[in-house]
């Protein structure tokens, strides 16, 4: 079956050090790959998107790396702040058309 | 401004009684989605509808139904056939296009009594 695995433990890390996540998946063959942000009781945010033909994405201090014979994308923020701290979901494109399945997600703190 | 909005925010039910959380958007999106949320959980798939008058079960539908009868709404029933209702409801809206992302609502959150 599908899976879509994320650290399930926390990460707690300094403030101004790099934070990377990683998104693990099998029995996928997506054609792209999308990060949210989920701050507690409110809905996900978009952040990323990166194809599969795409090794690598950036936006401000994000980048998104797509390696699709590892069947595995790396969520890094640099310089982190503490206003990072949130949980972050990675999400595939399901085959049949453009809904999405979701991993549990991430639990990021940044500490001062 | 546009964007997505669910209401109640907060909802309590008895249990074995049915109710129908509402979602609108106005951001002309031809797709709109059903998920659910447990404490701990990722998002899981209810239903969802990429045109006006057709609809798809999602992972977890069973308990649940769902109409699209204008564009801008898409509301969900929680059936008393569900076992267990309790839980955080999210709406989302994409636009027509493989690659687009999804725009959330602020969510409901249920409690079945």
């Known amino acids: 079956s599908q899976k879509i695995e994320q650290n399930s433990e926390a990460l707690n890390i300094q403030e101004g050090k790099t934070a990377t996540l990683t998104c693990n998946y099998t029995?996928?063959?997506?054609?792209?790959l999308q990060w949210y942000r989920q701050d507690p009781g409110r809905g996900p945010v978009f952040l990323l998107l990166i194809r599969e033909n795409e090794k690598e994405k950036r936006k401000e201090r994000l980048k998104v790396t797509f390696d699709t014979t590892l069947k595995q994308s790396l969520f890094h923020i640099t310089a982190s702040q503490p206003a990072d701290s949130a949980t972050y979901l990675c999400a595939l494109a399901l085959n049949s058309g453009y809904a999405l399945n979701f991993g549990k997600g991430t639990s990021l703190l940044v500490t001062p | 401004d546009g964007g997505i909005t669910q209401s109640p925010k907060y909802l309590f039910r008895k249990e074995g009684q049915n109710v129908t959380l509402s979602c609108e958007q106005n951001?002309?999106?031809?797709?709109m989605y059903w998920y659910r949320q447990d404490p701990g959980q990722g998002l899981r798939l209810i239903y969802y509808?990429?045109?006006?008058?057709?609809?798809q079960k999602g992972d977890i539908a069973e308990g649940y139904s769902v109409s699209r009868e204008k564009k801008e709404s898409f509301p969900l029933t929680v059936t008393s056939a569900q076992k267990n209702p309790t839980a955080f409801y999210l709406c989302a809206s994409t636009s027509s296009g493989r690659y687009n992302e999804q725009f959330f609502g602020p969510g409901t959150r249920l409690t079945v009594l």
């Open positions: 951001l002309n999106h031809d797709a």
């Open positions: 509808s990429q045109i006006v008058n057709d609809f």
């Open positions: 029995n996928y063959s997506p054609a792209y």
